[in-house]
């Protein structure tokens, strides 16, 4: 079982940076893929990035070098840093870390969101 609690979200006028973090429990939190994920309004929930245990990296084209996936394995935290914000990044954003069972099954577990919004 893993909890993941994002903090971090808020109002940002455009052009602005925030920083969302993503606190996971359980163990070998180093091991899981984890991700970002948004979701604007009427809209589905579509990937932003993720990061591996050996860090490697995956991004959405539309925040390719406007974000980032950094994460500390010592603090089982992620981040995503989002600089030059646009309105069109206003969504709520979610965690989710993946976990791979002994015989290669998948479960995804999700936090509950924060709100990002990005005024013009």
């Known amino acids: 079982q893993v909890q993941l609690v994002e903090s971090g979200g808020g109002l940002v006028q455009a052009g602005g940076s925030l920083r969302l973090s993503c606190a996971a429990s359980g163990s070998a939190f180093s091991s899981k893929t984890m991700g970002w994920y948004r979701q604007a309004p009427g809209k589905r929930r579509e990937l932003v990035a993720t990061?591996?245990?050996?860090?490697?990296?995956n991004y959405a084209d539309s925040v390719k070098g406007r974000f980032s996936i950094p994460r500390d394995n010592a603090k089982n935290t992620v981040y995503l840093q989002m600089n030059s914000l646009k309105p069109e990044d206003t969504a709520v954003y979610y965690c989710?870390?993946?976990?791979?069972?002994?015989?290669?099954?998948?479960?995804?577990?999700w936090g509950k969101g924060t709100q990002v919004t990005v005024s013009s």
């Open positions: 990061i591996t245990s050996g860090s490697n990296t």
């Open positions: 989710k870390c993946r976990v791979v069972g002994a015989v290669g099954s998948t479960m995804d577990y």
